[in-house]
């Protein structure tokens, strides 16, 4: 199954509270069972805020920083 979810925002930014967190462990868990998971979120200064090692496995596309997990 194709899983999209939408949220204002996403992990690393865990200053933003639960959202971030949940949304992160939710998606890890539905892609574990075998889903398509992508999540969507807004860029919060993702660049600027990001550590090396955090960065190191992102890039940049068309739409903004992509990540694939899992």
Not at 32 to 38: A, M, P, S, Y
Request: aromatic share 10%; net charge negative.
């Amino acid at each position: 199954m194709r899983i999209l979810s939408v949220t204002e925002t996403y992990a690393p930014f865990l200053e933003f509270g639960g959202p971030p967190v949940k949304v992160h462990a939710l998606a890890r868990r539905l892609a574990g069972n075998e889903n398509e998971v992508t999540v969507l979120t807004a860029d919060w200064g993702f660049a600027e805020r990001a550590s090396g090692e955090e960065a190191s496995h992102k890039e940049r596309g068309p739409f903004g920083w992509q990540c694939e997990e899992n």
